[in-house]
């Protein structure tokens, strides 16, 4: 591609609207999640006819509002501002909202079907991570003017503009009746909140200069990043790309390494007698020890 074909779209990605299209995907994805998690639990209790929106559409709705809206809900939170701000925009309740009732309510369930359905799946997830990198950046944004001296608190606040719903996840499983807190994303960060944290790390210097890129070319990147390995995860089942560098980190810096070298150093050698046969050991009468 001709560099300043390339650069034209990096700069109409940039300024692309987020409301409706990317939303509504996000809504889509979200409410599906939503769903999609009831089901081990309504298993259990052994009643799996009988979906959870079904017996309790308050709090499907509830939980799905909750879910759509996780990154500013938390975001607000850290940064000491009202947590029911996001709830003030009627338009994108209204529209999460009806894409949570087709999602659960649809006839014939045909619209979770068509989400379902592969190539609208990609398509709608294609949308969702160009709408994490607007969500990422502009995260970013608002905590660098709030704090503009405090790097961490513009990271953190950046991961969660994109992923807060892993971080809302307990929260809102208790709504449903459900409590697992040996899930979240502390113990165990998804991929989403990996790539949200490079993404904010990104972001962030370029607000220092440490990258001498154009924005709209860093932000299409970011982009192109949330996209290729959304894909991949749909497609080639690769979740979590970051799990071998992990690895690889952790046995170089984290001791992992020095405890291999210590379980290898401590192990006892095997003693003669454990490798003996034991049918040389029996104790043989009298008169055979005559004979021979």
């Given at each position: 591609?001709?560099?300043?074909?390339?650069m034209?779209v990096?700069?109409?990605?940039?300024?692309?609207?987020?409301?409706?299209?990317?939303?509504i995907?996000?809504y889509?994805?979200?409410?599906?999640?939503?769903?999609?998690d009831?089901l081990?639990?309504?298993?259990?209790q052994?009643?799996p006819?009988?979906p959870?929106?079904?017996?309790?559409p308050l709090?499907?709705w509830?939980s799905?509002m909750?879910?759509?809206?996780?990154?500013?809900?938390?975001?607000n939170?850290?940064?000491?501002?009202?947590v029911i701000?996001?709830?003030k925009?009627h338009q994108?309740?209204?529209?999460a909202?009806a894409?949570w009732?087709?999602?659960n309510?649809?006839?014939?369930?045909?619209?979770y079907k068509l989400a379902?359905?592969?190539p609208?799946?990609?398509i709608?997830?294609?949308?969702?991570?160009?709408?994490r990198?607007?969500?990422?950046?502009?995260?970013?944004?608002v905590?660098?003017k709030?704090?503009p001296?405090?790097?961490l608190i513009?990271?953190?606040?950046?991961t969660i503009?994109?992923?807060?719903?892993?971080?809302?996840?307990?929260?809102?499983?208790l709504i449903?009746?459900i409590?697992?807190?040996g899930?979240?994303e502390?113990?165990?960060?998804?991929f989403?909140?990996k790539?949200?944290?490079?993404a904010?790390?990104?972001f962030?210097?370029?607000r220092?200069n440490?990258?001498a890129?154009p924005?709209p070319?860093?932000?299409?990147?970011?982009?192109l990043f949330f996209v290729y390995?959304k894909?991949?995860?749909?497609v080639?089942?690769i979740?979590?790309?970051?799990v071998?560098?992990?690895n690889?980190?952790c046995?170089i810096?984290?001791g992992?390494m020095?405890d291999a070298l210590?379980?290898a150093a401590?192990k006892?050698?095997?003693k003669e007698?454990?490798?003996?046969?034991?049918?040389?050991?029996?104790i043989?009468?009298?008169?055979?020890?005559?004979?021979?």
């Amino acid at each position: 591609m001709d560099p300043q074909t390339y650069m034209d779209v990096a700069t109409v990605v940039t300024k692309l609207k987020m409301y409706p299209y990317f939303d509504i995907a996000h809504y889509i994805l979200m409410c599906i999640a939503v769903r999609e998690d009831v089901l081990p639990q309504q298993q259990g209790q052994g009643s799996p006819s009988q979906p959870f929106s079904r017996k309790h559409p308050l709090s499907s709705w509830l939980s799905s509002m909750l879910i759509c809206f996780a990154g500013s809900i938390v975001a607000n939170f850290l940064l000491g501002e009202p947590v029911i701000t996001p709830f003030k925009d009627h338009q994108s309740i209204i529209t999460a909202t009806a894409v949570w009732y087709l999602v659960n309510y649809s006839p014939f369930d045909l619209v979770y079907k068509l989400a379902k359905f592969l190539p609208f799946k990609l398509i709608i997830c294609m949308l969702k991570e160009t709408q994490r990198a607007h969500k990422v950046y502009h995260g970013v944004l608002v905590a660098a003017k709030l704090y503009p001296s405090s790097y961490l608190i513009v990271v953190i606040i950046g991961t969660i503009k994109g992923a807060g719903s892993g971080v809302m996840k307990n929260f809102d499983r208790l709504i449903r009746g459900i409590w697992i807190p040996g899930s979240n994303e502390i113990l165990q960060p998804s991929f989403a909140t990996k790539a949200s944290l490079v993404a904010s790390i990104v972001f962030l210097c370029e607000r220092l200069n440490l990258i001498a890129v154009p924005h709209p070319l860093i932000y299409f990147g970011v982009v192109l990043f949330f996209v290729y390995f959304k894909i991949s995860s749909v497609v080639l089942g690769i979740h979590d790309p970051f799990v071998p560098i992990e690895n690889l980190f952790c046995a170089i810096f984290m001791g992992g390494m020095w405890d291999a070298l210590r379980r290898a150093a401590s192990k006892e050698p095997a003693k003669e007698d454990e490798n003996k046969d034991p049918r040389n050991d029996v104790i043989k009468p009298k008169d055979e020890k005559k004979k021979d």
